[in-house]
């Protein structure tokens, strides 16, 4: 017969880590900034081309230019939608593959920054950044120069 396992009573060694402090919101360039737009919906969100053209307008109404549009649909496909159980990635909101394609038009276009039309939060805001070396924002994190 098994034992059952005994857990180590010791008192960790782990060093409690300083709160991160967050990041400040991500101020547009009244200049005319090349930006990347990307949206992660579900199968279910049937007017995302809605979304995602009422974001470049408002990004385009303050000078930002829109080089390319990348979307993430989830459960679309009929081997998507046997996965939409299965948790996507709450670190980066995009699958690898795509978060991969994100950079890869980013680096292209020499974008200043990657905007999502989702709201992100600041861990996924750090991560993003980190990942594709230029700012990644939702687009509600947004500041707007109107110089």
Do not use: C
Not at 43 to 65: I, N, P, S, Y
Request: no cysteine.
């Amino acid at each position: 017969m098994h034992q059952p396992r005994r857990h180590d009573r010791r008192p960790s060694r782990r060093k409690a880590s300083a709160p991160v402090p967050p990041l400040p919101p991500y101020r547009l360039p009244a200049t005319g900034a090349d930006v990347v737009l990307v949206g992660f919906f579900s199968a279910k969100q049937k007017d995302f081309e809605t979304v995602m053209v009422e974001a470049a307008a408002r990004l385009a109404a303050h000078g930002a230019r829109v080089v390319a549009r990348i979307v993430q649909r989830r459960g679309v496909s009929s081997g998507g939608v046997r996965r939409m159980d299965l948790p996507y990635s709450s670190r980066t909101l995009l699958s690898h593959g795509k978060a991969r394609e994100v950079a890869h038009v980013a680096d292209r276009a020499d974008a200043e920054a990657v905007v999502f039309a989702n709201p992100l939060t600041q861990h996924q805001r750090r991560a993003l950044t980190t990942m594709f070396g230029r700012p990644a924002v939702g687009v509600t994190d947004i500041l707007f120069d109107l110089d």
